[in-house]
């Protein structure tokens, strides 16, 4: 009676050395290519090189090495088909039962820098595609590997069934589509960008994404969540950082997360960004970060209550001990001191979330993907930034230095807060932020009543232009000094007649910051 037949055809050869002995222990006829092929040799085991199989050496420079009917009729002969099993026979085919395949590694060779288009289309993999696609296909008879981490599994179950039973050929098929189905992905993803361009949304549209972790729940108990990323995002963001205390992340607090480093990265100064459901409820900034801290800390302490905070810099012993004097979710910074960290530690479930690179600057090559019911809204990320040359001073009064400076850092803020969106600042801090409602008058009361009395001389910030000229009446009844929009309304000329009777220095933008 012949011996099973396993063919081994791997890039990543990590835990093969033990996997193929196991194999060969176990009775298999193990038929491998190339440099796999000495790998096993080199581990002391017999391995049957491809070529006696097929009849045909490699060829190509290696791009053909399986691609022949020997080995994938012996794959995707139906066993339970008399005149397949006869048809092979004929051929002197022999049927092979595992397949052990890990793919070329495209994904890594375009990761690198300055990777030539012709490096990347060498590491397309087309045999070892096929080998796995054509095994999945046949998973009732044949059992296909296609990740080091299932080595240790399929051997167990050899050794104690001498065969790998139907469910689980079931489960490593479904892995394997996945496999293929994410490698077809990167690979289109890449062509496209390189080759059409211009066609920013595909007409199909393929992600792939890799699970980072399960999380405890969704937004709420009874809701399962998890948490992936893109492969090559080419920019370092929440789903990069390393947790290294607390208890586990829900989806809120990844959620929470990523808006505390979104914000945090628009900041060159010492910044501190705290957050609530996604809002900022204070945001500061100085030479000295605790002094930030305590600033944004004073801009709506109530809502900081159990909120997410994240810091551009190191976290300093002073400032940790501000953060462990209320309760909060999570702190966030590129790194800690050592002093710090023994204070946060104190807090057994503050989820402490070290980020080295969140100093460094966006990318901005990434795409915002929404599910809206059985769709998906599809666009590229905000990333545009003010240009101070295109503002426009359209008040008779222009804003003094000082009111320029808070109304640059207000709008910062704006951009990241949930329309409606408006944010009061004195200086580099906010003092009130209104965001989320129906109104943009609602904002703004509510802007005005968060500041608990610091609303005079700020500067108000709103993420979009004021349809009404009550928003301006509103800030003068507060005391506001100076306003900065995008512009654009039709009552235009009435929100600016009301600042020049206000004496409000006004700045359009010209860009709008939706945050829905």
């Not at 932020?433 to 009543?449: F, K, L, P």
């Not at 235009?492 to 006004?506: F, G, L, R, T």
């Amino acid at each position: 009676m012949d011996k099973k037949i396993a063919l081994i055809s791997v890039s990543d050869k990590s835990g093969l050395d033990a996997f193929a002995k196991g194999l060969d222990g176990l009775g298999f006829e193990i038929v491998s290519t190339g440099g796999t092929a000495k790998a096993i040799e080199k581990a002391g085991v017999k391995v049957t090189p491809v070529e006696k199989l097929t009849g045909f050496s490699e060829m190509l420079d290696g791009r053909v090495k399986t691609l022949h009917p020997k080995i994938h009729a012996g794959i995707l002969a139906d066993r339970s088909k008399k005149d397949h099993m006869s048809t092979i026979k004929e051929q002197g085919i022999r049927p092979i039962d595992l397949v052990v395949v890990n793919l070329y590694p495209f994904r890594e060779t375009i990761a690198k820098k300055d990777v030539s288009l012709e490096d990347a289309i060498e590491n397309i993999d087309i045999g070892g595609s096929t080998l796995v696609r054509a095994a999945a296909k046949n998973h009732k008879a044949v059992a296909v590997v296609t990740s080091s981490s299932q080595y240790e599994q399929v051997l167990a179950e050899l050794k104690e069934k001498n065969e790998i039973s139907l469910e689980t050929r079931k489960k490593l098929a479904a892995k394997a589509f996945e496999s293929t189905a994410a490698y077809d992905t990167t690979i289109s993803g890449f062509l496209h960008n390189k080759f059409l361009p211009e066609e920013q949304f595909p007409s199909s549209l393929s992600l792939s994404f890799e699970k980072v972790q399960d999380l405890r729940y969704g937004e709420n108990w009874h809701q399962k969540a998890a948490f992936y990323r893109h492969p090559l995002s080419g920019e370092e963001g929440i789903v990069d950082a390393e947790q290294v205390h607390g208890k586990e992340m829900s989806f809120n607090n990844v959620n929470d997360a990523n808006a505390a480093v979104e914000l945090v990265k628009e900041f060159d100064e010492p910044t501190v960004v705290i957050i609530k459901h996604a809002n900022p409820c204070g945001v500061a900034s100085d030479e000295k970060l605790a002094i930030a801290f305590k600033k944004a800390l004073e801009c709506d302490s109530t809502s900081a209550f159990g909120s997410v905070i994240s810091l551009n810099r190191e976290c300093d012993k002073e400032t940790a001990e501000q953060i462990v004097s209320f309760f909060n979710e999570i702190i966030i910074a590129p790194s800690f001191s050592k002093e710090a960290l023994k204070v946060l530690e104190t807090k057994k479930n503050l989820r402490i979330l070290l980020l080295p690179k969140l100093v460094e600057k966006r990318v901005n090559t990434r795409l915002e993907v929404r599910s809206v019911g059985s769709g998906l809204l599809v666009q590229d990320y905000d990333s545009k930034l003010l240009d101070d040359s295109l503002l426009k001073v359209v008040s008779k009064r222009k804003p003094s230095e000082k009111e320029m400076q808070g109304l640059l850092f207000g709008w910062k803020a704006a951009k990241h807060a949930k329309s409606n969106a408006i944010v009061l600042a004195k200086g580099l801090a906010t003092v009130g932020v209104g965001a989320g409602q129906m109104s943009r008058i609602d904002s703004t009361q509510i802007a005005v009543n968060k500041s608990n009395g610091k609303h005079k001389d700020a500067i108000l910030a709103s993420d979009a232009f004021f349809p009404f000229r009550d928003n301006v009446d509103a800030a003068a009844k507060a005391g506001i000094t100076a306003i900065i929009q995008p512009g654009g309304s039709l009552r235009d000329k009435e929100v600016i007649k009301a600042a020049d009777e206000h004496n409000i220095a006004m700045v359009f933008t010209g860009v709008r910051h939706f945050k829905h």
